[in-house]
């Protein structure tokens, strides 16, 4: 069984930084896609970036430059660094892995999602 919990949201300042994890159970996530999405106050989930197991990343126009994703594969761990925070940062955010091992479709597709972490971002 897949489980990811995520941590690391909290309340951060404009400029500031703050970086989320996703712990992952019940595989290795070194193998498969590895995503975080986000979802703000009466918005719908976007996309904010992506690893996958080729350590190729991908990442969303309004966080590039900003936002880095990278893993631990001794803690089967993934990470997103966040940087230069604004107030459009705030959002739950989730972190969700992909289906199958090696996988390179195209879209992006994942399978399984945390609970998600909450981020506030004050001006």
């Known amino acids: 069984q897949v489980q990811l919990v995520e941590s690391g949201g909290g309340l951060g300042q404009a400029g500031g930084s703050l970086r989320l994890s996703c712990a992952a159970s019940?595989?290795?996530?070194?193998?498969?896609?590895m995503g975080w999405f986000r979802q703000a106050p009466e918005k719908e989930r976007e996309f904010v970036a992506a690893?996958?197991?080729?350590?190729?990343?991908y990442y969303a126009d309004s966080v590039k430059g900003r936002f880095t994703i990278f893993r631990d594969n001794a803690k089967n761990t993934v990470y997103l660094q966040m940087n230069s925070l604004t107030p459009e940062d705030t959002a739950d955010y989730y972190c969700?892995?992909?289906?199958?091992?090696?996988?390179?479709?195209?879209?992006?597709?994942?399978?399984?999602w945390g609970q998600g972490t909450q981020v506030t971002v004050s001006s």
């Open positions: 019940g595989r290795t996530l070194s193998r498969y896609l």
């Open positions: 690893i996958n197991w080729d350590a190729a990343t």
């Open positions: 969700a892995s992909g289906a199958t091992m090696f996988s390179t479709s195209s879209p992006l597709r994942f399978a399984y």
